[in-house]
């Protein structure tokens, strides 16, 4: 046997155990709160209309939540991992076709692995850093005009998503928040999504059927890529087109 093969068989066998648990713990960056213009007037209807936000500082994932980390969660809870894309698992892609309730389940273990108030973030929490919160250039997309630099998309994307990062950032240094994969919130959807929320740190509305997906994916096309599109999917149904990332509350 030579070197190459026996480099490649102890690669293949190295458990997940032998890993420091710090390696999983998502980088999250941290947004300055403030006040900024949430909605878009030249969207969809449920985009509008344009209203004033004010929030607290948080932190959120600088990646969307990895296969490699989630996986971690799965072995150390003894959960089931979700079903396989057709593309099969990378470490390093975004972990797709998990349910609301598995995002929550995820922020929950890591309050207990690491400390600290782990969540989904709130669909405004959500636009204000995709925007570049409070060094944000007004970009149509996340962090550039130009969707090849920052984001996979319809377009681009060959059908599958890609490894997190592997696109420039936003201004704040947070990536893939478009394209990529759809992103769970924790507010529930509605077409009125300012009905009843106060102008500050707003959760939307106080129950509804459906929970907020936003950023759009690798299945979408640029034209509705901008950085305040939203869509919605039930709590019970997981996509290959989606995933999400944390918020580290302050």
Same mark, same amino acid.
């Given at each position: 046997? *030579? ?53 607290? %500082? ?6 969307? $939540? ?8 799965? %072995? $150390? ?23 609301? %309730? ?42 550039? *005009?130009?969707?090849?630099? $920052?984001?996979?998309?319809g ?8 490894? $997190? ?35 500050? *740190? ?20 640029a ?17 290959s ?10």
């Amino acid at each position: 046997m *030579n070197y190459l093969t026996v480099l490649l068989v102890f690669i293949h066998t190295v458990s997940f155990a032998q890993i420091p648990a710090s390696y999983y713990k998502p980088e999250v960056v941290f947004v300055k709160g403030g006040t900024f213009q949430m909605g878009n007037a030249n969207g969809e209807e449920e985009e509008q209309p344009v209203h004033s936000v004010t929030l607290d %500082d948080f932190s959120i994932g600088k990646y969307e $939540v990895t296969v490699g980390q989630y996986r971690r969660f799965c %072995d $150390v809870t003894k959960r089931k991992m979700p079903y396989i894309p057709q593309w099969g698992w990378d470490n390093n892609h975004p972990i797709v076709n998990v349910k609301y %309730d598995d995002a929550v389940a995820y922020c929950n273990w890591l309050k207990e692995e690491y400390g600290g108030n782990w969540r989904l973030p709130t669909e405004a929490e959500w636009e204000y850093a995709a925007r570049g919160g409070d060094q944000s250039k007004g970009y149509i997309y996340s962090g550039d *005009n130009d969707l090849n630099n $920052v984001g996979w998309f319809g377009e681009n994307s060959g059908n599958q998503p890609h490894r $997190v990062g592997s696109k420039h950032p936003n201004e704040l240094g947070i990536y893939d928040m478009t394209g990529n994969v759809w992103e769970w919130c924790s507010d529930w959807f509605g077409h009125d999504y300012y009905a009843n929320s106060p102008s500050h *740190n707003p959760t939307g509305p106080a129950s509804a059927t459906y929970k907020v997906q936003r950023g759009a994916s690798w299945g979408y096309p640029a034209s509705k890529c901008y950085v305040t599109i939203r869509t919605f999917a039930l709590t019970s149904s997981p996509w290959s087109s989606a995933g999400f990332r944390v918020v580290l509350a302050e």
